[in-house]
């Protein structure tokens, strides 16, 4: 079963099963996101999975993975029963050095050849405001799964001319790369690291309906 695509959805699948147990939320909702309960999928031409970390204690390295796969629920009703599974490519890895790049994928960081793919699957979701929501999951990197709670805000939505729905959503969270076994490092002559354990990661999502409104 092909769970995931890149292309462009014709047919939305049916959602039957229940996710989660429905609790009432504290956050007073927008009417208008009932409409919006479905499934979608992260549109890759127009959104942005990234990193930032600090390089040599001075500076700021940011790259990005260009290659994903998606499946989310939306429930505008519900929110809680909402969730969320991206796959990524480590070999993706872009930073725009190619050296770096290499040695990110190598061995002694993502090792490509070994973990082609790193993962996370939403498993709660709490909406904190009218535009603002708390979505806990788990993150697997090299065959390592651990807790993460990403910063979710709803940026909107609308109706292109192509008759398909599209939402924004950023996210972010900061994570210690060394509780997924990314423990490479060089001591700096000064002190300190030459790349930092906290990595912040960034999503800036727009989404995309399985199928066009009828």
């Known amino acids: 079963m092909k769970l995931f695509r890149r292309g462009m959805p014709t047919q939305p699948p049916n ?6 147990d429905p609790r009432p939320d504290v956050a ?8 919006l309960t479905g499934e ?32 989310l629920f939306f429930d ?21 050095v190619g050296q770096r790049d290499a040695h990110l994928v190598g061995r002694d960081f993502f090792d490509a050849d070994n973990y082609p793919q790193m993962r996370f699957v939403s498993t709660q979701v709490q909406p ?7 979505m806990a999951g788990n993150l697997t990197i090299k065959d390592v799964t651990r807790p993460v709670v990403l910063e979710m805000t709803y940026i909107g939505h ?6 398909y729905q599209r939402a924004g959503f950023d996210g972010t969270t ?12 060089s001591k700096l002559a000064e002190g300190g690291s030459m790349v930092s354990e906290k990595v912040r990661l960034q999503f800036d999502i727009a989404a995309i309906r399985n199928a066009p409104p009828n």
């Not at 959602?15 to 989660?20: I, N, V």
């Not at 007073?28 to 409409?35: C, H, K």
């Not at 904190?128 to 708390?134: A, F, H, M």
């Not at 900061?174 to 490092?185: A, C, E, P, Q, V």
């Open 128 to 134: 904190i405001s009218s535009d603002t929501y708390r």
């Open 76 to 96: 505008g009703r519900e929110p809680s029963r909402s969730r969320a599974e991206v796959v990524i490519s480590t070999a993706s890895v872009d930073t725009g």
């Open 158 to 163: 609308v109706l292109d001319p192509f008759g």
């Open 40 to 71: 979608w999928i992260i549109d890759p031409a127009h959104s942005r999975i990234g990193f930032s970390v600090r390089h040599a204690m001075v500076t700021t390295v940011r790259g990005s993975f260009t290659e994903y796969q998606s499946r």
């Open 28 to 35: 007073v909702l927008d009417p208008a996101l009932q409409e």
């Open 174 to 185: 900061t994570i210690d790369r060394s509780d997924w076994g990314l423990t490479y490092n």
């Open 15 to 20: 959602h039957t099963a229940a996710y989660g």
